[in-house]
């Protein structure tokens, strides 16, 4: 065996150099399109994250505003409102069909036009709650009477009322939207024999006995 110091490198063949070069520049194209594409998987996942993020922020938006609505409506101390084509002592209360099908795909200046921001006492105009939080624009919400059923002097001596409620909530960028609607039934005592309390009429939700119905019968997302 001979020594190290004795091995001779011979150099490359002509004919191979070009091989070599070519066999590197192969290895680092391919690295490279390794880490393009490893990028371009972050960068999709990072968006596909910051929509879902968007799209629950939206709709958590939606339920604040839905949950407000409900909860002004069943705690609304007047006489039963009625509908009418324009606001009726600053209320928008719709009749039932009268709102285009598909409210979920209309923009947010639509939505004012007919219906309210939440948080904001649509008789008075005063601001009771800020549900805007950290969305670009804030929930509003819209309703309308489904059906009325007369006073029954056996089933039900109060008036009662189907509603569909109906809220817009937004993320924080114009794309991120989210619609949901519940149906809300309530019961209003006949004028003559309600309680007359200090600020007018004593309503028969929430708090009255039985057989008053007050209350969500049903929700639903449409976007």
Not at 133 to 151: A, T
Not at 169 to 192: I, K, M, Q
Request: charged share 20%; aromatic share 6%; glycine share 8%.
């Amino acid at each position: 065996m001979r020594p190290f110091s004795s091995i001779v490198l011979r150099p490359v063949p002509k004919h191979l150099e070009g091989m070599v070069l070519l066999l590197c520049l192969i290895f680092l194209m391919a690295l490279t399109l390794l880490g393009l594409s490893a990028s371009s998987d972050a960068i999709l996942q990072n968006k596909l994250t910051s929509n879902l993020q968007e799209s629950e922020r939206a709709k958590q938006s939606a339920l604040r505003g839905l949950l407000w609505a409900e909860q002004w409506l069943l705690e609304l101390d007047s006489p039963a409102p009625v509908s009418c084509t324009e606001p009726c002592d600053g209320l928008y209360l719709h009749a039932a069909g009268e709102l285009p099908p598909g409210p979920q795909h209309q923009n947010f200046s639509w939505w004012m036009t007919r219906g309210h921001e939440a948080g904001v006492d649509p008789l008075t105009g005063t601001r009771l709650a800020t549900l805007t939080n950290d969305s670009i624009k804030p929930p509003v919400w819209m309703i309308e009477i489904l059906q009325s059923i007369p006073p029954d002097a056996e089933a039900n001596p109060d008036l009662q009322v189907w509603y569909r409620i109906l809220v817009r909530g937004s993320g924080r960028t114009d794309n991120a939207v989210s619609v949901v609607e519940s149906t809300v039934v309530r019961s209003w005592p006949l004028v003559e024999d309600a309680e007359l309390s200090s600020n007018g009429i004593t309503g028969s939700c929430p708090g009255s006995g039985l057989p008053a119905v007050c209350g969500r019968f049903s929700w639903r997302e449409l976007r």
